[in-house]
């Protein structure tokens, strides 16, 4: 009888260090095959990086990265978990999105420069204006995309602007004719307020072909005048007498031509 409770016991016994050491036995397993994981995804992730393509990127560019690179492959080798892992290759990934190529900065550029010479406020001009700023906006854009610098597309759109400033707005028109208009408006007040010269035929003869109106302005109003039908068209004959000489008109509407003097 206690021959069989001692037998049983040892079983029992026996079991339970069975038990102890399979359980041992399956985390020693799980921790092996948990670390050749790590392995495994840090051996990987080192690949990717140092696998970047650098052929899209300039010599300066190319030296940003293979530091970016070193610097992350050090901090890989502190990493013992797969969250760390793909933690640091996440960071790893986004840096290198922040080195942007010279093409892609070309880009940049480009686009800037087509928003900002496609941006010319039109309403500022007139009809003839708006017309111009259209055909240098097509031409500039043209050069723009065709550029191969940055620099280059600078001097463009420096170009494009001096350009357009020369390109008069309806303001600049309106200015300008409103001035002409002033000084048309004092030149013709200096010509009332500026006494006639005195009557001569030698002075009359020079405005021979131009109108009665600037004869008048150079050597006053005739004496006397008179008017008959034309043979010449469907106005009138003139005769203006001056004191030594006579000046011979065509008048026909609101127009009257000195046409000869004698």
């Not at 079991?15 to 921790?31: K, N, P, Q, S």
């Not at 610097?71 to 990934?93: N, P, T």
């Not at 995309?145 to 309106?174: H, M, P």
């Not at 020079?206 to 043979?231: D, E, F, H, M, W």
Request: aromatic share 6%; glycine share 6%; proline share 2%.
């Amino acid at each position: 009888m206690k021959k069989e409770r001692r037998k049983k016991k040892i079983i029992a016994v026996m079991a339970a260090i069975m038990i102890l050491l399979m359980t041992v036995v399956g985390i020693w397993i799980c921790r092996n095959k948990q670390e050749g994981m790590i392995t495994d995804l840090r051996i990987r992730t080192a690949d990717a990086m140092e696998h970047v393509n650098l052929s899209y990127y300039d010599e300066r560019e190319q030296g940003q990265i293979k530091a970016l690179i070193n610097k992350y492959l050090q901090d890989l080798d502190a990493c013992v978990a797969k969250s760390e892992i793909q933690e640091l290759f996440s960071d790893f990934r986004e840096d290198l999105g922040k080195i942007v190529t010279s093409e892609d900065k070309l880009s940049a550029v480009k686009k800037g420069a087509l928003e900002e010479i496609r941006e010319c406020d039109l309403s500022r001009y007139d009809k003839d204006g708006k017309k111009t700023i259209c055909v240098l906006i097509e031409k500039y854009c043209a050069k723009v995309e065709s550029a191969t610098s940055s620099d280059s597309i600078r001097k463009i759109v420096k170009r494009f602007k001096t350009v357009v400033a020369g390109v008069q707005t309806k303001a600049q028109k309106e200015a300008e004719e409103e001035k002409k208009k002033q000084e048309k408006m004092k030149q013709e007040e200096e010509n009332m307020n500026k006494p006639a010269a005195k009557p001569s035929k030698s002075i009359a003869e020079k405005y021979v072909g131009r109108s009665v109106s600037q004869l008048i302005n150079a050597i006053g109003y005739p004496s006397s005048t008179s008017y008959a039908p034309s043979c010449l068209g469907e106005g009138e004959d003139g005769v203006w007498r001056y004191s030594g000489f006579t000046v011979y008109t065509y008048k026909e509407g609101n127009k009257e031509i000195v046409q000869s003097v004698q």
